[in-house]
């Protein structure tokens, strides 16, 4: 008597009721998580790597619909993505829990000595090569062949979830202007991404729980240098004096950022950083020393010299944000950037 007939498992549904549940979850799981997964994708809508995209891709730049993204911008959609991929794990710890103790792991997984042959068959038969098809069984070997491929795939899917997972929060601050949020446009895919938060009248405690700073380049940070009152600091500014008065907090400044501390020089005065070509005066005028480096690290200071050095510029501030929190006990990076990397001086 076979142990995958139905002899073997009389009494019960072909689809028990614990396994229906748990693939209509999967269902909308998978849906979030498509749309969440969409999300993050805008922020850079392209595959490979910035100047040397796949060119197999025939949609490089091109942005999904926006009745497909769920969570309204990078961050929301990271959230979103990491929250159902926890559910998704927990349905897949049930179902396989079920799978194992009552027993169903006979019937449909893919055994080769059992089901090779038959899923040969069934294969050939549906390529019309074969005019019969095989002993018909409650699966036949493609089908268990399938069933089996998916249960590895959801676990390759939640292992690779767990590599690209690290337990940051990432805040993007601006001047609100009084309005409730503000827009911003990319120069290069013309993306909108909306800001909701701002540094103004942030307390004391929440500045020093931040782990790092990064002033952004370009016309942003000359806006934010704006001032009403000519006798005061602009706040973005202000914000930023404070920053560097906690030496825990990194202070990352790139390209044009440098602007935004024009009008406190006597925090970089002295030090090394590095800047966009076009403010080496602006910067020895301030009393720093400009460094000819891609990336400089001088203490709890990391500048870039442009924005196409920007992944020099974030690996650096995140290894160095690793290295700080694996000295506290937590291990949950492993860091990639070398110090004697070309492109990357850490000044001693």
Same mark, same amino acid.
Request: contains cysteine; positive net charge; glycine residues 8%.
């Given at each position: 008597?076979?142990?995958?007939?139905?002899?073997?498992?009389?009494?019960?549904?072909?689809?028990?009721?614990?396994?229906?549940?748990?693939?209509?979850?999967?269902?909308?799981?998978?849906?979030?998580?498509?749309?969440?997964?969409?999300?993050?994708?805008?922020?850079?809508?392209?595959?490979?790597?910035?100047?040397?995209?796949?060119?197999?891709?025939?949609?490089?730049?091109?942005?999904?619909?926006?009745?497909?993204?769920?969570?309204?911008?990078?961050?929301?959609?990271?959230?979103?993505?990491?929250?159902?991929?926890?559910?998704?794990?927990?349905?897949?710890?049930?179902?396989?829990?079920?799978?194992?103790?009552?027993?169903?792991?006979?019937?449909?997984?893919?055994?080769?000595?059992?089901?090779?042959?038959?899923? %040969?068959?069934?294969? *050939?038969? $549906?390529?019309?090569?074969?005019? #019969?098809? =095989? +002993?018909?069984?409650?699966?036949?070997?493609?089908?268990?062949?399938?069933?089996?491929?998916?249960?590895?795939?959801?676990?390759?899917?939640?292992?690779?979830?767990?590599?690209?997972?690290?337990?940051?929060?990432?805040?993007?601050?601006?001047?609100?202007?009084?309005?409730?949020?503000?827009?911003?446009?990319?120069?290069?895919?013309?993306?909108?991404?909306?800001?909701?938060?701002?540094?103004?009248?942030?307390?004391?405690?929440?500045?020093?729980?931040?782990?790092?700073?990064?002033?952004?380049?370009?016309? %942003?940070?000359?806006? *934010?240098? $704006?001032?009403?009152?000519?006798? #005061?600091? =602009? +706040?973005?500014?202000?914000?930023?004096?404070?920053?560097?008065?906690?030496?825990?907090?990194?202070?990352?400044?790139?390209?044009?950022?440098?602007?935004?501390?024009?009008?406190?020089?006597?925090?970089?005065?002295?030090?090394?950083?590095?800047?966009?070509?076009?403010?080496?005066?602006?910067?020895?005028?301030?009393?720093?020393?400009?460094?000819?480096?891609?990336?400089?690290?001088?203490?709890?200071?990391?500048?870039?010299?442009?924005?196409?050095?920007?992944?020099?510029?974030?690996?650096?501030?995140?290894?160095?944000?690793?290295?700080?929190?694996?000295?506290?006990?937590?291990?949950?990076?492993?860091?990639?950037?070398?110090?004697?990397?070309?492109?990357?001086?850490?000044?001693?």
């Amino acid at each position: 008597m076979p142990e995958t007939g139905d002899s073997a498992f009389k009494g019960r549904r072909e689809q028990p009721l614990p396994i229906r549940i748990v693939h209509w979850c999967n269902a909308v799981f998978l849906t979030l998580m498509a749309g969440s997964g969409l999300q993050i994708f805008l922020a850079y809508p392209s595959l490979g790597p910035r100047g040397a995209q796949y060119g197999w891709y025939p949609f490089q730049g091109t942005p999904t619909p926006a009745w497909t993204r769920i969570g309204g911008w990078l961050g929301g959609g990271r959230q979103w993505h990491f929250a159902i991929a926890w559910f998704f794990v927990l349905n897949g710890l049930f179902y396989l829990s079920y799978f194992v103790l009552s027993g169903e792991w006979r019937r449909r997984m893919f055994r080769p000595w059992r089901d090779a042959n038959g899923a %040969v068959a069934q294969f *050939l038969y $549906y390529l019309r090569i074969r005019r #019969t098809p =095989p +002993p018909k069984d409650f699966y036949n070997g493609l089908q268990r062949f399938a069933y089996t491929s998916v249960i590895i795939f959801g676990l390759v899917m939640v292992l690779s979830g767990l590599a690209i997972y690290k337990p940051v929060q990432l805040h993007f601050l601006t001047r609100l202007w009084g309005q409730p949020s503000l827009t911003f446009y990319g120069h290069e895919y013309k993306v909108p991404f909306e800001c909701h938060e701002s540094f103004e009248n942030m307390d004391d405690a929440t500045l020093r729980s931040y782990a790092a700073i990064i002033v952004p380049s370009a016309i %942003v940070s000359d806006r *934010l240098r $704006y001032t009403e009152d000519i006798n #005061t600091l =602009p +706040p973005a500014t202000e914000f930023l004096k404070r920053a560097f008065a906690e030496k825990h907090i990194l202070k990352g400044i790139i390209c044009h950022g440098m602007w935004l501390a024009a009008p406190i020089p006597e925090t970089v005065r002295g030090r090394r950083i590095t800047c966009h070509n076009n403010l080496i005066g602006d910067v020895r005028n301030m009393g720093a020393a400009y460094t000819d480096q891609d990336v400089v690290v001088d203490g709890d200071l990391i500048t870039a010299r442009t924005a196409d050095h920007c992944h020099l510029f974030a690996r650096t501030i995140i290894d160095l944000v690793a290295a700080r929190t694996a000295r506290n006990g937590s291990r949950w990076w492993r860091s990639t950037v070398d110090a004697r990397e070309p492109g990357v001086r850490h000044v001693q």
